[in-house]
């Protein structure tokens, strides 16, 4: 009985992290900077991966913490609401930017 109640309350844990899903799109030509988990650890300094034009975060996990917009370029910012995209931020810096695992956007980034 014990190992079932250990193994009943491990996936009790481990659904509601499983239950959130989000992605960021690239809605750009260039390459966009993504963070997978915020946890000050990225695999290249500021992000963990470049994310092609074009692709979501999807391609690499189940669910994106953020992304990264390099010096000089300042981007928009797009959230999935109801099956439509609604432009949320026409003035996103430069830097990293994290979204919640809930939150799905697209990013479009250009020189400023």
């Known amino acids: 009985m014990g190992a079932a109640l250990s193994t009943a309350a491990a996936l009790a844990v481990a ?3 499983s239950a959130a899903s989000n ?11 993504v963070i997978h988990v915020q946890d000050g650890n990225y695999t290249h300094g500021n992000y963990d991966v470049i ?16 992304y990264y917009i390099g010096p000089g370029y300042c981007g928009y910012e797009w959230t999935l609401t109801g099956g439509s995209w609604l ?4 003035n996103v810096a430069p830097g990293k930017h ?9 990013v479009r980034v250009e020189r400023c």
């Open 98 to 106: 994290f979204i919640p695992t809930t939150r799905t956007i697209q």
């Open 87 to 90: 432009l949320t931020n026409d």
């Open 23 to 33: 992605y960021i799109y690239n809605a750009t030509n260039l390459g966009l900077g």
């Open 15 to 17: 659904t509601p992290a």
């Open 51 to 66: 994310l092609p034009a074009g692709r979501k975060t999807t391609d690499f996990w189940p669910t994106a913490a953020g």
